[in-house]
């Protein structure tokens, strides 16, 4: 592990003598410092091996400070744990730098980017996640290309906000899901515009970017007892209803069919056993893109009955992570609800 502490007088005292902006990159694992081991398969490797694979960081208009996790991972085995610690990282260090840049595994990169929107609503600063489908010791990896803009978002400060760099293309954090499990464009924001790509140089889009601003609000819990139900026309709804009935569920994201259709009927023992849990649950659609829209059908008009929130447009990254932040952080039914319904990072 490479890490270089930083003090607040130093970071004063740099800015006043106009020094570069000061990126903090925490390394998480993933891909793109992955080595193959002797039985063939990628496993996670040190930053060190990252930091001397790509000396062309060190040409860049920024000072890198590095943290890494102790123990690099596949994102595999990344969930609220270490989202909670990525962020406690970027409170702990907000006012010592410019910005951040998260490398991290890409199968779940886009959960933690949500996550982290969430957590860190109206931060400021740049925090930007980004991998690689190939790590940076193999030929042809876009894990070099991937770092090197990453940092140079960050330095720029232009994007104020978490997001998600890949393939040449800013995506808003909270709006994006994992779409390509081999191409190296494997990201997209289905239902926003990417708030910036790379042509020759790095052009933003102002017009994707969110009207407002929000206010500051960071949050350091998430209650994890969260189920995800996708619907799907095999559903066994008998063993559905048991898991629901018989555990300590807080609230329930249901995947739902189209723009918000379901096979259940008032009577049926999944419904009977949702009504019965009292508990939030919020909808989105397992389509690629376009969302919810509940009471479109007869057939998804039991989701009004079981007083479902729409998710709208929502990524199902977003609508996990939102929802865990909002029964982590709110005592009333009520306080959940207006959380999960108003536009908290421009997730919707
Ligand atoms: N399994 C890897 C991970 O998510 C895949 C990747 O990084 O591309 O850590």
């Excluded at 007088?9 to 570069?20: D, F, P, V, Y």
């Excluded at 890198?64 to 991972?73: A, C, G, Q, R, T």
């Excluded at 048991?242 to 723009?259: A, C, D, M």
């Amino acid at each position: 592990m490479s890490y270089w502490k930083i003090t607040k007088n130093e970071i004063q005292r740099s800015r006043a003598m106009k020094l570069k902006p000061k990126i903090l990159v925490v390394y998480t694992g993933g891909t793109i410092g992955m080595i193959k081991s002797e039985s063939g398969t990628y496993v996670p490797f040190s930053v060190d091996g990252i930091l001397d694979y790509v000396p062309q960081i060190y040409n860049l208009d920024v000072d890198i400070i590095v943290e890494s996790f102790e123990k690099p991972m596949d994102s595999a085995f990344v969930g609220p744990e270490q989202w909670l610690r990525i962020s406690k990282i970027i409170t702990k260090n907000i006012d010592l730098v410019d910005g951040f840049v998260i490398l991290h595994g890409t199968d779940t990169m886009a959960y933690t980017s949500s996550a982290l929107s969430f957590l860190l609503r109206g931060i400021n600063k740049p925090v930007i996640l980004t991998g690689a489908q190939v790590p940076v010791y193999e030929e042809k990896s876009d894990g070099v290309d991937n770092f090197i803009n990453a940092l140079e978002i960050a330095r720029q400060g232009v994007v104020k906000e978490v997001a998600l760099w890949f393939c040449k293309t800013l995506f808003k954090g909270a709006c994006v899901t994992k779409s390509d499990s081999k191409s190296f464009s494997g990201f997209s924001s289905p239902n926003h515009e990417p708030l910036a790509r790379k042509e020759k140089e790095i052009k933003y889009n102002k017009s994707a970017f969110d009207k407002g601003t929000f206010d500051r609000v960071f949050f350091n819990i998430m209650d994890a007892e969260i189920l995800f139900l996708n619907f799907s026309p095999l559903i066994n709804k008998e063993i559905q209803a048991k898991l629901i009935r018989e555990n300590p569920i807080q609230g329930i994201v249901l995947s739902v069919f189209g723009s918000g259709t379901v096979p259940l009927i008032k009577k049926d023992l999944l419904a009977t056993a949702l009504r019965d849990k009292n508990i939030p649950i919020i909808a989105v659609s397992e389509c690629y893109r376009g969302g919810v829209e509940i009471g479109k059908y007869e057939a998804g008009s039991i989701l009004n009955d079981l007083n479902v929130i729409s998710g709208e447009n929502m990524t199902k990254e977003a609508a996990i992570t939102k929802l865990m932040v909002a029964i982590g952080n709110f005592k009333t039914d009520q306080d959940v609800r207006s959380y999960l319904i108003e536009n908290q990072v421009g997730e919707l």
